[in-house]
C-alpha cells in the first residue's frame, strides 16, 4: 500500500513572475490527507481565497498554464505544480504574494529544493491511482498526444525545431521521483530570440531574462552558460506535461506519447480522460468515487479556516 505524501514544514521562494514581471512570492505548506494542490492568497482580515490545481480551473493555455477562480488568478503553475508531481507529493498548499508562480531559473530544480528543504511527510490516507485500460488521443493537424495502458507510469515526448541545436529530439521519462529530480527537474524554458519580441508586444515574457530562460539565437545561443542537456528542450516539454497533467488531480498509470504538443494539447488530454471513464478504473478509490476524486476536492473561493493552516502561512 502506498500512502500519500505532504511536507513535514513550510518553504519560501521569492523572484519575479515570467510573463508579468512583477514580484512573485510564494510559500509551499503542508496539506491534510486528501486536499491536494491548491493555491491560496491571504487577504486582509484573514480572508483566504483558494483555488485547487484542477483541469476544472483551467485559464489560458498560452505559453504557460493559467488557473482561475472566480476573480483570482495564478499564471504559470506549470513548474511548481510539476516539482510536486514529480516527487510525488499530493496534498499541499502554495500560497501565492502576486498573481504569478515565480520563475526561478526557468526550471523546477528550485522547487524541487523547497520540497527536499522542508521533508516529505507520508500521510495516513491510501493513495489513489487512475489506471489507463484503453487508449486515449488528443490531436491537431501537426501534433498530437496519447496516453496508452502501461504497467508503469512512463512518458516519451518528441519534439522538432529547425534549429542546429535543436532538430529533432525524442527523450523517455520512467516516472520516478529520483528519475524526476535527476534528468527532468533541471531542464529550463526556452526561448527563441526572434519570438521574444513578439512576445513582450502580447504583455508575454515580460520577466524574462538569460537568468530564467535559454534564448537560442537563429544558429547558437544567447546565454553564456551552455544547456544543462544536450536535449534539455525536449526534456522541459516532459517538465511541463507532467505539472499540466497533475491538473487531474491524481497520478495516472499509463503511457503518455507526445509529439509536438504544448500546454493546450497537454490539458486537452487531460479534459479527454475526465470525460471517458471508460477507458480507465480506479485503483485504491476509497471512499471518494471517481468523480470526488477528479473534481471535488474544494470548490471555487471556498474559505479554508486559517486554523488548518501551519503558523507559517502568516509570513508574508
Ligand atoms: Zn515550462
Not at 512573485?24 to 483555488?51: L, M, R, W, Y
Not at 516539482?83 to 520563475?103: F, K, M, R
Not at 488521443?137 to 525545431?161: C, G, K, M
Request: charged fraction near 15%.
Amino acid at each position: 500500500m502506498r500512502y500519500q505524501q505532504t511536507l513535514e514544514t513550510s518553504s519560501f521562494l521569492s523572484g519575479i513572475g515570467l510573463h508579468s514581471g512583477n514580484p512573485a512570492s510564494i510559500a509551499i505548506h503542508p496539506a491534510p490527507v486528501n486536499t491536494g494542490v491548491v493555491f491560496v492568497v491571504k487577504h486582509e482580515a484573514d480572508q483566504i481565497q483558494s483555488c485547487p490545481a484542477g483541469i476544472s480551473f483551467l485559464g489560458q493555455t498560452d505559453h504557460c498554464t493559467t488557473l482561475q477562480a472566480g476573480d483570482f488568478g495564478i499564471q504559470t503553475v506549470e513548474h511548481v505544480l510539476s516539482a510536486l508531481a514529480g516527487l510525488e507529493i499530493d496534498n499541499a498548499y502554495v500560497e501565492l504574494l502576486g498573481s504569478e508562480i515565480p520563475a526561478a531559473d526557468g526550471s523546477a530544480t528550485p522547487f524541487v529544493d523547497m520540497v527536499y528543504q522542508s521533508g516529505i511527510l507520508t500521510q495516513d490516507g491510501p493513495r489513489k491511482y487512475l489506471k489507463i485500460v484503453q487508449p486515449i488521443t488528443v490531436e491537431d493537424a501537426h501534433r498530437s498526444i496519447s496516453v496508452l495502458p502501461s504497467a508503469l507510469p512512463q512518458i516519451t515526448y518528441n519534439i522538432d525545431f529547425p534549429h542546429p541545436l535543436i532538430k529533432q529530439q525524442e527523450y523517455h521519462h520512467f516516472c520516478t521521483p529520483h528519475e524526476y529530480g535527476k534528468n527532468i527537474a533541471g531542464a529550463r524554458t526556452f526561448a527563441f530570440q526572434k519570438e521574444v519580441e513578439f512576445l513582450w508586444s502580447r504583455g508575454l515574457g515580460l520577466g524574462g531574462s538569460l537568468q530564467n530562460t535559454v534564448v537560442f539565437s537563429d544558429t547558437g545561443l544567447v546565454n553564456d552558460e551552455d544547456l544543462r542537456f544536450s536535449d534539455e528542450c525536449v526534456r522541459h516539454k516532459i517538465l511541463d506535461l507532467i505539472g499540466d497533467l497533475s491538473l487531474l488531480g491524481i497520478p495516472v498509470i499509463g503511457h503518455f506519447i507526445a509529439k509536438y504538443a504544448g500546454h493546450a494539447l497537454h490539458t486537452q488530454l487531460v479534459q479527454a480522460i475526465m470525460h471517458n471513464p471508460d477507458k480507465w478504473i480506479m485503483l485504491n478509490a476509497g471512499e471518494t468515487g471517481k468523480d470526488g476524486i477528479l473534481n471535488g476536492k474544494n470548490s471555487s473561493n471556498s474559505t479554508i479556516h486559517p486554523s488548518e493552516l501551519q503558523p507559517a502561512f502568516h509570513a508574508f
